[in-house]
C-alpha cells in the first residue's frame, strides 16, 4: 500500500467537502432522471434509442463506453472511477460475464445504496478517492470515468492516478463535457453559464480537451482518440427542463419541501443545459486511450 499525499488547496478542499455534502443529500433525486440510475447524460442513435425515453440514450452512453474498453473473452477487472451508484458497473456486470467491477466514490450514500443495488453481482463500491487511491499499480484492465473528473477540475492527478492502476495495454474511457477554448476567451454568455454550472455541480474547473490530450501523451499513454459527441449527447440534454419541472411538480404534489442540495442540483441541470447551447464554447467528449 502507498502514503497519500494530496496537495489541496483551500479551493479545492471546499469544493470537495461541497461535492461530498450534494452528493449524499441530492442523489436520491437522480431516480427522477433514470429508473437505472444514471447519473449522467445520454448517447443518441439511430434506430437503437428513442428520443423521449430518457433511459434508452443514458443506457446507450454506457454501451458506447464499455464498446471503446475493447473487452475480451479473458477475465477483465474494471475500475469506476467516479461511479456514482454504480449504473455503469451493473450494465457492464450485466453484459459482460467476464467483468468484475470496482467503483470508487467519496459519498457515504452512495457506497450504502450502490453496494444494495449490486447485490450477488460481480461487483463492490468503496469510499475512495479517485486521485489517491489504494489499489495496487497495475492492477486494472479497464478504467472508466463517466461525468466525475470535472469535479476535480480535470486535474492531471486523476489520469496519473488511471495510469498508475491500468496494466499495461489496460483502457481508459473518459466520457465528459470540456471546454473547447481556453476559459479567459468565453464569451460573457458563456463565463456566466460556466461559473454558475461549476457552482451549482460543485465542479472544481473544466479543462479543455487539448489539455487532456497532451496530458495523456505526457503520462505515456497511447491511441488517444478524442471524439466530440456533443450532438449524440444533445437530445438528452434536451430532457433537463422536462425533468426538472416534473421533479418539482412531483414534490408539490406530495407537499414535500425541496432539500437546498436539490435545489442547487436542479440549478446545476438548468446551466448544464445553457452551456450547451454555447456550442463554440462547451462540448461533450469521449476521451479514450491505452496504457503502453
Ligand atoms: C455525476 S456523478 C457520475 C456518476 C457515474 N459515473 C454515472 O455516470 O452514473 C459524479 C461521481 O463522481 C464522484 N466523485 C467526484 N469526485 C470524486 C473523487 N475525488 N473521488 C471519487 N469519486 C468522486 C461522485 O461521488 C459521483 O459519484
Sequence with gaps: MKTRTIPYTN????????????YNEA?????????????????????????????????????????????????????????????????????????????????????????????????????????NTFFQSNSFDSAIAIE??????????????????????????????????NHNNLCCGGKFAYQKLCEHWSLEKLETHHYIKDKLEELGFTNIKIEDISYRVAPSVLHVPFAISGFILKKIFRFKNLKRESLHNLKGSFYALLSGLHLKSFGYYIISASKQ
Design 148 to 181: 466525475s473528473f470535472c469535479h476535480s477540475g480535470h486535474n492531471v492527478n486523476s489520469l496519473k492516478e488511471a495510469h498508475r492502476i491500468l496494466k499495461p495495454k489496460g483502457r481508459l474511457v473518459i466520457a465528459d463535457a470540456f471546454l473547447k477554448k
Design 27 to 131: 442523489t436520491e433525486d437522480y431516480k427522477f432522471w433514470s429508473k437505472d440510475f444514471n447519473m449522467h447524460f445520454g448517447y443518441f442513435s439511430w434506430f437503437k434509442t428513442n428520443l423521449f425515453r430518457r433511459d434508452t440514450m443514458l443506457n446507450e452512453m454506457n454501451t458506447q463506453i464499455m464498446k471503446r474498453l475493447q473487452i475480451k473473452n479473458t477475465k477483465n477487472r474494471l475500475i469506476d472511477l467516479g461511479c456514482g451508484m454504480g449504473a455503469t458497473m451493473r450494465y457492464a456486470l450485466n453484459n459482460f460475464k467476464n467483468v468484475i467491477a470496482y467503483g470508487v466514490t467519496l459519498s457515504d450514500f452512495q457506497v450504502k445504496k450502490g453496494n444494495e443495488l449490486l447485490k450477488g453481482k460481480n461487483g463492490i463500491i468503496i469510499k475512495e478517492n479517485y486521485n
Design 11 to 22: 479551493y479545492s478542499e471546499k469544493n470537495r467537502l461541497e461535492m461530498v455534502d450534494f
